[in-house]
């Protein structure tokens, strides 16, 4: 598939944009300057210029310069892909610098594209009557619907405690423990750790609520339809079948390999941002979320921005939040925001079990425009024939 934007006239369309550039500009800091050369040897490179992002034909100067085809160029520039969605499923080159540096240009580069803010770490949570937000704060579904999807809404996530009762949450627990007795490592529908011991283990459950009656009418269930309009995000579908549907994850302490644990990321990390965001996710915990099984960690205000790579930079003086679960509790969460789950430390007594959640997700029409049934959006970028055209069409710039 060849590129649709003009190189030249994209470039063009930045330097009209005085005011994405000056929102730019404060983030560029001690960046040196960052060039993209394409194929046929057209380049454009970006620079810090007091207050505005400055963007010149050529290299000279750049100290970073980022090769790619003309293709490949495009899918970053519309955020089909990523900075890492190019490491893995393009071509780059870095005749200068190197891949940190894109990583940490990407914030900047997405407000000047897109009109995206950087993060700021700094920024104050007020609630409804504009007093300081507890960031920590959990809530009961007696508490006041308004209260539950400002702070949803303001912070990224949401904590309810109580939702399902243990009956429910018993329930639920049984029919993960089918699935995952049914599940192979070659089925393509789980994932897969090994314990400390060297035993094969699923770790998680892609489209769980395939063959799943009980899982399928979480979708349904009031509560849970609650959480979803909380979120503000309008014509949202229960996601079944696409991009990994229903997820259920299953920690295992001193998991070996697999992807059960996992630092801070966005559910649209490698790419595909238009097309995928925002989904809605509720997980509801059969477990406890603690230290020794399993927690999720969750990164305030980050659903609306562009976090720069906590790969790269430091985050010791950002807000995340830890969520010290219960079984039958919901979290929420967008998937743009950036959460993370860290391995859990182990030393689980009794019957105490590493947390196992079933997340229900809902997605925007554009996903299911884009993806056939049990399609992934990773397997769109590896595919060699290009995408489909409803993907193409929701990335034009």
């Known amino acids: 598939m060849g590129a649709t934007i003009d190189f030249d006239h994209f470039h063009q369309s930045l330097l009209d ?29 970006f620079s810090g210029a007091g207050d505005m992002v400055d963007i010149t034909p050529g290299t000279v100067g750049a100290e970073t310069i980022v090769a790619l085809g003309a293709a490949d160029w495009e899918s970053f520039v519309t955020e089909r892909l990523t900075r890492y969605g190019v490491l893995y499923n393009a071509n780059p080159r870095f005749d200068a610098g190197d891949f940190t540096d894109l990583c940490r240009w990407e914030p900047v580069l997405r407000a000047l594209f897109h009109g995206r803010p950087v993060y700021d770490p700094k920024r104050q949570f007020l609630d409804r009557h504009g007093a300081p937000l507890d960031l920590a704060r959990s809530f009961t579904l007696d508490d006041d619907p308004a209260d539950l999807a400002h702070f949803l809404q303001t912070t990224g996530y949401l904590h309810v405690r109580g939702v399902f009762d243990p009956a429910e949450v018993h329930e639920l627990g049984a029919e993960v423990d089918r699935l995952v007795t049914l599940a192979r490592p070659d089925d393509l529908r789980s994932w897969w750790t090994k314990t400390p011991a060297g035993e094969p283990v699923v770790c998680q459950l892609k489209y769980g609520a395939l063959g799943s009656a009980l899982i399928t009418e979480l979708h349904d269930d009031p ?38 644990d996992l630092p801070l990321h966005t559910d649209c990390g490698m790419g ?5 965001c925002q989904m809605v996710l509720v997980g509801v915990q059969l477990e406890r979320g ?29 807000p995340i939040v830890v969520l010290d679960t219960e079984p039958g509790d919901c979290t929420v969460h967008y998937s743009h925001t950036l959460h993370g789950a860290p391995p859990p430390t182990g030393g689980l007594t009794g019957d105490e079990r590493a947390r196992r959640t079933v997340y229900a997700c809902f997605g925007p029409t554009s996903l299911f425009e884009a993806l056939e049934p049990l399609e992934d959006l990773v ?19």
């Open 17 to 45: 944009n005085v005011e994405g550039r000056r929102m730019a500009a404060p983030h560029v800091g001690e960046l040196g300057p960052l060039a993209f050369v394409i194929d046929d040897g057209r380049a454009y490179t």
């Open 223 to 260: 509560r849970v339809r609650a959480f979803v309009t909380a979120s503000g995000e309008v014509a949202l579908e229960p996601n079944l079948d696409r991009n990994e549907g229903t997820k259920i994850i299953i920690k295992h302490p001193g998991a070996t390999e697999g992807l059960t």
């Open 272 to 276: 595909f941002h238009p097309v995928a």
């Open 290 to 318: 603690s230290v020794r099984g399993g927690q999720m960690h969750m990164t305030a205000g980050s659903h609306v921005v562009t976090t720069p790579d906590p790969a790269v930079v430091a985050v010791d003086d950002w």
């Open 379 to 397: 397997a769109v970028m590896q595919r060699s024939d290009g995408v489909t055209a409803t993907v193409d069409e929701k990335l034009r710039y």
